[in-house]
């Protein structure tokens, strides 16, 4: 599980997260959502620590992130696996071999073995026939697709997607999240996504943390965000015609 | 890294060396000046200053930028956060390599320089005969120091340390998107050709 206890994160002058508290729990998929410019994706680069909170505390399983000595602090990041918004697939390696990369930083394992685990990590994104290919030949959902393998390489038990969906169509955006709901489930993972894509909203979302400037203005789940009373989430909900026409019929 | 700068790296020494001999042939015309004094004069300034700072000039316009875009471009797609996530230290493992590359490589290409320029400035001495081909390489055997390679190869290092960690930097610390990657490019280029000019006046002062 993973613990956020009065976040709140300046950029200078500007307070960009207000004393944010939430939870992401162990085996289920947790969206944090909200408008473009909420806040929604600092929050996660404080959780991951890309980016440090100047107040409050991020806890795994317990464990202050921020404030481990920087040998724990690496320990707690192998337990880690991130799916950016572009992929960050690195573009001058194979597939295979950006999948095989945290395991040549971090393990000992032989050549095979990590050529399986490779593999392994392909098959579970449904890739196939693509070790050899370099990102740039790969099309936006297969690219995603592949991230999601790598960060899958180190067995992580905290997997973290960034806007998994956006420029995506919509089958693929389906697929991409069938995809992690079967990761979270089948490796029992605490996946933390962050998303304003309605679909996934609504199918893939047990908790759901909804930040609205800053503030953590709403937390439920898919079962309850369609009828909650919360003025700013249900602006963000039926902002478009399409749901506008939705909510009559509920 | 380097290799692919060898071309260019040639060429312009080549032209260097021929033009240096060329317009150090016109100068000295007076009879009381030993027809070899070209090849010496011509060696070194090849050797000692021109070979060593220009080509490290040349070499931060080319390998610099490429560094500074390589980088920067990382950054910009979140590769390097990907790193940082991993557990990675992105300075060490990006960084690192293309410093010792530089420091490497950068100083072979400063010999073939050499050797390219030298070779330059005898083909204008037989293909114009402004002085004869046996004065100009008596000219330039004559007090031939190791020192003033040592000399050319220190300046070297340290300027294509200069050259790659100031390139390095501008990369790495890019926010935004394709402008800045321009704009650091651009930056890096001109704070390392700085940094190099001073720092070969500072270098000169105290090895010679």
């Given at each position: 599980?993973?613990?956020?206890?009065?976040?709140?994160?300046?950029?200078?002058?500007?307070?960009?997260?207000?004393?944010?508290?939430?939870?992401?729990?162990?085996?289920?998929?947790?969206?944090?959502?909200?408008?473009?410019?909420?806040?929604?994706?600092?929050?996660?680069?404080?959780?991951?620590?890309?980016?440090?909170?100047?107040?409050?505390?991020?806890?795994?399983?317990?464990?202050?992130?921020?404030?481990?000595?920087?040998?724990?602090?690496?320990?707690?990041?192998?337990?880690?696996?991130?799916?950016?918004q572009g992929?960050?697939?690195?573009?001058?390696m194979?597939?295979?071999?950006?999948?095989?990369?945290?395991?040549?930083?971090?393990?000992?394992?032989?050549?095979?073995?990590?050529?399986d685990?490779?593999?392994?990590?392909?098959?579970?994104?449904?890739?196939?026939?693509?070790?050899?290919?370099?990102?740039?030949?790969?099309?936006?959902?297969?690219?995603?697709?592949?991230?999601?393998?790598?960060?899958?390489?180190?067995?992580?038990?905290?997997?973290?997607?960034?806007?998994?969906?956006?420029?995506?169509?919509?089958?693929?955006?389906?697929?991409?999240?069938?995809?992690?709901?079967?990761?979270?489930h089948?490796?029992?993972?605490?996946?933390?996504?962050?998303?304003?894509?309605?679909?996934?909203?609504?199918?893939?979302?047990e908790?759901?943390?909804?930040?609205?400037?800053?503030?953590?203005?709403?937390?439920?789940?898919?079962?309850?965000?369609?009828?909650?009373?919360?003025?700013?989430?249900?602006?963000?909900?039926?902002?478009?015609?399409?749901?506008?026409?939705?909510?009559?019929?509920? | 890294?380097?290799?692919g700068?060898?071309?260019?790296?040639?060429?312009?020494?080549?032209?260097?060396?021929?033009?240096?001999?060329?317009?150090?042939?016109?100068?000295?015309?007076?009879?009381?000046?030993?027809?070899?004094?070209?090849?010496?004069?011509?060696?070194?300034?090849?050797?000692?200053?021109?070979?060593?700072?220009?080509?490290?000039?040349?070499?931060?316009?080319?390998?610099?930028?490429r560094?500074?875009?390589?980088?920067?471009?990382?950054?910009?797609t979140?590769?390097?956060?990907?790193?940082?996530?991993?557990?990675?230290?992105?300075?060490?493992?990006?960084?690192?390599?293309?410093?010792?590359?530089?420091?490497?490589?950068n100083?072979?290409?400063?010999?073939?320089?050499?050797?390219?320029?030298?070779?330059?400035?005898?083909?204008?001495?037989?293909?114009?005969?402004?002085?004869?081909?046996?004065?100009?390489?008596?000219?330039?055997?004559?007090?031939f120091?190791?020192?003033?390679?040592?000399?050319?190869?220190?300046?070297?290092?340290?300027?294509?340390?200069?050259m790659?960690?100031?390139?390095s930097?501008?990369?790495?610390?890019?926010?935004?998107?394709?402008?800045?990657?321009?704009k650091?490019?651009?930056?890096?280029?001109?704070?390392?050709?700085?940094?190099?000019?001073?720092?070969?006046?500072?270098?000169?002062?105290?090895?010679?």
């Amino acid at each position: 599980m993973i613990e956020v206890n009065n976040v709140s994160k300046y950029f200078g002058e500007k307070q960009i997260l207000h004393s944010i508290n939430t939870q992401f729990e162990e085996g289920k998929v947790n969206l944090i959502i909200g408008r473009s410019g909420s806040g929604k994706t600092v929050l996660m680069k404080c959780l991951v620590g890309l980016f440090s909170p100047e107040e409050g505390q991020v806890l795994y399983s317990g464990r202050e992130f921020h404030n481990l000595p920087e040998k724990d602090k690496l320990l707690l990041r192998k337990e880690m696996g991130m799916v950016f918004q572009g992929s960050a697939l690195f573009d001058s390696m194979t597939i295979e071999e950006n999948i095989t990369f945290p395991l040549d930083m971090f393990t000992e394992q032989s050549e095979s073995e990590k050529h399986d685990r490779a593999n392994f990590c392909l098959e579970c994104v449904d890739l196939v026939n693509v070790n050899k290919l370099y990102p740039a030949e790969l099309s936006g959902g297969m690219k995603k697709r592949a991230a999601i393998a790598r960060a899958l390489a180190c067995n992580p038990k905290y997997l973290f997607f960034d806007e998994p969906n956006s420029g995506l169509d919509p089958k693929t955006s389906l697929l991409i999240d069938e995809l992690i709901t079967k990761i979270t489930h089948d490796f029992n993972t605490t996946t933390v996504v962050n998303t304003h894509d309605l679909n996934s909203i609504i199918t893939i979302g047990e908790t759901i943390s909804f930040i609205y400037q800053g503030h953590l203005a709403w937390r439920g789940s898919s079962d309850n965000i369609l009828t909650s009373d919360d003025q700013t989430l249900n602006d963000f909900i039926y902002a478009q015609p399409l749901t506008q026409r939705l909510r009559k019929t509920l | 890294m380097g290799i692919g700068s060898m071309l260019i790296v040639c060429i312009v020494s080549l032209a260097m060396g021929s033009v240096i001999t060329l317009q150090t042939a016109l100068q000295i015309e007076s009879g009381w000046i030993p027809a070899w004094t070209v090849g010496f004069v011509a060696r070194t300034s090849i050797v000692m200053e021109l070979c060593p700072t220009i080509i490290s000039l040349l070499l931060v316009g080319n390998l610099g930028s490429r560094i500074t875009a390589e980088i920067g471009s990382m950054r910009v797609t979140e590769q390097i956060d990907a790193l940082e996530v991993m557990g990675v230290n992105p300075a060490s493992h990006l960084v690192l390599p293309k410093v010792l590359a530089s420091i490497i490589v950068n100083p072979v290409l400063c010999i073939f320089s050499i050797g390219f320029a030298l070779f330059g400035g005898f083909l204008t001495v037989w293909l114009t005969g402004c002085i004869s081909t046996y004065n100009f390489i008596d000219g330039l055997t004559y007090c031939f120091r190791v020192y003033d390679v040592v000399y050319a190869l220190t300046k070297t290092c340290i300027f294509a340390f200069v050259m790659s960690s100031v390139a390095s930097f501008y990369g790495y610390r890019i926010e935004g998107g394709a402008l800045e990657l321009g704009k650091a490019s651009t930056q890096g280029i001109v704070v390392s050709s700085f940094v190099i000019l001073v720092l070969n006046v500072v270098i000169t002062n105290i090895m010679l």
